[in-house]
């Protein structure tokens, strides 16, 4: 598991360094509203501790940018005006400076463990891919994918019926809630780019046509 700590107060990062390094995590440090930003877009981490008070972009301000990643805020402001912005903002949890370092690593793993119990529910794998129906994103071999709406629906029926052969008809009535325009000869070229992207990322085909009825996702080695 890996944790950011977002504070710039160096003797607090290292303190909690060094806990968290003896609880077997992964730690990644940022002094900066704004340093914590340029690493989150190439770093996923599994839980962000956050201070407020930051120099660059603030504490209040990131946290509106973060999506999928619990945070738990680490601050000296105890109103509870305060509290409640924050929880309302995003925040998973809150804790006030000083903080005793168990209570906090007792509130990290209980954050750890909802959010791998949620994450088990809702993402869906197969051989290298991943998709999250909560975040509607898509990795391969740990590369993010960009698809469309309609690219990202077949994508899913697909994987939630995997080696299963789904007729196009199937597919146009499971995803013509989220897709209502896509039709049998647009839908050609829906697929034909969700295979492209798969490949470029994998190397690999994934989906495969059965000519006559419909298209399935196969095992690719």
Not at 6 to 25: A, F, P, Q, R
Not at 194 to 214: C, N, Q
């Amino acid at each position: 598991m890996k944790i950011m700590i977002v504070d710039d107060d160096v003797h607090i990062s290292e303190m909690l360094c060094e806990n968290l390094h003896m609880e077997g995590y992964e730690v990644i440090v940022a002094y900066s509203g704004t340093e914590a930003k340029m690493l989150l877009e190439k770093e996923r981490p599994d839980l962000i501790l956050l201070d407020l008070m930051l120099p660059g972009m603030s504490g209040e301000e990131l946290i509106t940018r973060i999506t999928g990643i619990p945070v738990i805020v680490l601050s000296a402001k105890a109103d509870i005006a305060d509290k409640v912005g924050l929880l309302r903002s995003g925040a998973v949890d809150y804790m006030t400076k000083p903080f005793e370092i168990q209570e906090l690593l007792a509130r990290i793993d209980v954050q750890l463990r909802r959010t791998s119990t949620d994450a088990d529910k809702n993402l869906l794998q197969y051989h290298g891919i991943s998709l999250d129906q909560d975040m509607h994103t898509v990795f391969c071999n740990g590369s993010e994918i960009r698809l469309t709406r309609t690219e990202y629906a077949i994508l899913r029926l697909l994987m939630l019926k995997q080696e299963q052969v789904v007729a196009k008809l199937t597919i146009l009535e499971n995803i013509s809630e989220d897709t209502p325009d896509c039709t049998e000869d647009s839908l050609k070229i829906h697929i034909h780019n969700l295979r492209r992207k798969l490949k470029a990322t994998a190397g690999k085909e994934y989906i495969s046509a059965v000519w006559g009825i419909g298209f399935m996702l196969k095992d690719p080695s």
